[in-house]
């Protein structure tokens, strides 16, 4: 028998035999009684049950149930809270445990309303100039997203210690504000305070997040290193984790291998950090390797692996990795799902993505940007702006990246007035245009024909304009075979950005479509001059969980002689009906025969030749390429498509090609 007395009244849990009440506090004890235990049953005072106030003795004691403790006041004139204002009548004894609680479920909660009113009630007590009780307070405001106030009881205490400044530090570093962490951890060294495993952990975050190089963050190794806590698998994983941020993945896999103890975070940091890298491969093989080392993948696992095998398409990865999403039980969370949608999108497979969506717990502005930038990408105009509607009528409001994926899809579709109309409904929801939205404007407008206006835009433009920008006005130039204001155009970014290639590219196409041959070579020859180096461009098809990846003219495939011979098959098939290869792609003063011979050597044709022998008869056929797909190979493709009789799907920088019975998903505007 145990036995309880006097006003000792702190916090406990009172369970009965079926635990129906639990996490319930205690209030104004003012007599004696008695608990019974034996091994399988507790007997408790009995109470009666009014609202959510558990009734003790008829005056003077009372139980709050812990969803209760943030209950707000019965009446206008209390403080705000039911709990405090029971300790202002005298019911409940004003207990450093009690504060401590409300604090601790405010932060939980992110409750800043209910953490103010704690913290005034605490300045009106005993525990006014408490530093644990401040660290609490600052705690809560630091966690709950208010920085200001976090820091202004910083500035006042009188006070402070470790966990003081580990509690800013952290409260900046996980609140997107890295700098004024690496001020402040800089600021408690020169007190001459030692850091302590929480304090480095949060300031290494904040160095991979705030700072241009690695320089701070290796200083702050050196801190680790001195403290021994180099070691430390909360320390070491952050370490790792800024080294993963700042690309230097060498680095960041020795201190993995170093690690005595390693977790899901340590594992974690690495497969953002290859997601990062757009190494898809790397990040499956890791992924992989923490499974068979037995530890289970949390959301964020799946999410980095999800994001990287979205930037090399890895369409049979990724269906491979979501089979292991299911198969764990794992529910669709927002930031998985949307990386999901994602994933499936930049993979090809705009079907899947759009599942996944509409079996998404909840969907946020991410979710519907996911599904937009997918439409958009896949040249699926008019159903970007359903989404769209769909997306404002559902209450989402848009962001930047929503307008900018709207007007992306009315540029490739060539919707005109719905561009324009959705430009001007920025102002509506108060989205200041960036860069990016300008450029995309001046792309509506050019791909529609329009140079003249899209110039004009351009000079009228609040910003000064960019090379993207003059860029935009170039391709448009470029598709509507506009010679002089493409040039234009060329002169503006040469002297913006000399050391691209992309517009050298261009001018010589340009000049090379309408027959100035002197001038096309002229072009090349001044970006070889100034040293620019065009991009090699390559083709890749994966199979069988192998890719296979092809230049042009490319002689080095085990099966080159296969594959040669089989376009060969297929050239003359297309010709047939209709196929009429555009020697203009083709920049040299070669014959006609040679230069359409150098354009049946492309190397998005070689990986097409390839995959219609490595793939089973009537499947779809997926074909990366690094950069814009030529225009011959476009119209071979669209042909092939009909030939073949399958789907074709071709991603290459600006979007997917979707080549079905002799037609494109694009229109042939792209």
């Known amino acids: 028998m145990l036995k309880y007395c006097g006003k000792s009244a702190a916090a406990f849990c009172l369970l009965n035999a079926n635990k129906r009440y639990f996490g319930l506090v205690h209030v104004s004890v003012s007599m004696q009684w008695q608990f019974q235990f034996s091994t399988t049953t507790c007997t408790a005072p009995n109470f009666t049950e009014s609202s959510d106030i558990f009734e003790l003795n008829p005056t003077s004691s009372c139980i709050i149930q812990d969803k209760d403790l943030l209950r707000d006041s019965q009446h206008d004139s209390g403080t705000g809270l039911h709990v405090l204002d029971l300790i202002n009548r005298g019911s409940l004894e004003p207990d450093r445990s009690i504060y401590n609680t409300l604090l601790k479920k405010c932060t939980h909660l992110k409750k800043l309303k209910e953490a103010r009113i704690v913290h005034a009630h605490i300045l009106g007590s005993a525990f006014k100039n408490d530093i644990a009780m401040q660290n609490t307070i600052l705690n809560a405001y630091a966690k709950c997203g208010c920085l200001d106030e976090a820091r202004k009881l910083f500035d006042e205490m009188p006070v402070k210690d470790m966990v003081t400044w580990t ?73 790792l984790d800024m080294y993963a941020r700042f690309d230097q993945m060498d680095d960041a896999w020795f ?111 991410v979710s519907w940007n996911s599904m937009l930038t997918g439409c958009a ?135 090379a479509s309408a027959g100035r041959l002197n001038d096309a070579a002229r072009a090349r020859k001044m970006m070889k001059e100034s040293g620019v180096k065009k991009e090699p461009a390559c083709s890749w098809v994966e199979t069988k969980n192998a890719v296979h990846m092809f230049v042009a003219n490319d002689d080095a495939h085990p099966q080159r002689a296969i594959i040669h011979k089989k376009w060969r098959e297929i050239s003359e098939k297309i010709k047939q009906i209709g196929y009429v290869p555009d020697s203009s792609h083709v920049l040299s003063y070669a014959d006609q025969q040679e230069r359409e011979a150098k354009l049946q050597v492309h190397s998005e044709k070689l990986a097409l030749a390839f995959a219609l022998i490595s793939t089973p008869p009537g499947s779809t056929i997926h074909i990366k390429k690094n950069i814009r797909v030529c225009g011959d190979c476009h119209s071979a493709f669209k042909f092939a498509s009909k030939v073949v009789e399958r789907e074709i799907i071709v991603r290459d920088t600006n979007r997917f090609h979707h080549f079905r019975d002799g037609f494109c998903s694009c229109g042939d505007y792209w």
């Open 167 to 239: 509690a800013l530090i952290s409260g900046y570093s996980q609140n997107d504000q890295p700098e004024n962490a690496i001020i402040l951890f800089s600021q408690m060294l020169c007190l001459g305070l030692k850091p302590n495993q929480f304090t480095l952990s949060s300031v290494l975050k904040a160095s991979g997040a705030g700072a241009t190089d690695d320089k701070f963050g290796r200083q702050v190794h050196a801190f680790c290193l001195k403290y021994g806590y180099d070691w430390n698998v909360y320390v070491g994983s952050s370490l």
């Open 255 to 365: 201190l993995f291998t170093a690690l005595e103890s390693k977790n899901e975070v340590s594992w974690n940091a690495l497969i953002a950090g290859h997601a990062r890298k757009s190494e898809g491969e790397k990040a499956l093989r890791t992924f992989s390797e923490m499974l068979r080392e037995g530890f289970e993948p949390t959301h964020f696992t799946y999410s980095s692996v999800f994001t990287a095998l979205a930037s090399t398409g890895s369409l049979e990865q990724g269906k491979w990795v979501h089979a292991h999403v299911i198969k764990s039980g794992s529910q669709l969370v927002a930031f998985v799902g949307n990386t999901l949608v994602d994933m499936y999108a930049k993979s090809g497979s705009i079907e899947d993505a759009e599942k996944v969506f509409n079996r998404l717990l909840k969907r946020d502005v």
């Open 377 to 511: 990408q896949h040249g699926l105009g008019k159903a970007t702006v359903r989404w769209f509607e769909k997306m404002l009528r559902n209450g989402i409001a848009p962001n930047q990246v929503t307008f900018l994926c709207v007007l992306t899809a009315c540029s490739h579709a060539g919707l005109l007035d719905e561009g324009q109309g959705y430009f001007a409904l920025m102002k509506k929801h108060g989205v200041e245009p960036e860069e990016a939205h300008y450029v995309t404007f001046v792309d509506l407008l050019g791909r529609a024909g329009l140079l003249d206006r899209a110039l004009n835009f351009i000079r009228e433009m609040p910003i000064e304009p960019t090379a993207a920008v003059w860029g935009a006005l170039l391709g448009a130039c470029r598709m509507h075979k506009n010679v002089e204001l493409g040039a234009y155009a060329a002169e503006r970014i040469f002297e913006l950005n000399p050391h691209d290639s992309g517009p050298h590219i261009l001018l010589a196409n340009i000049y």
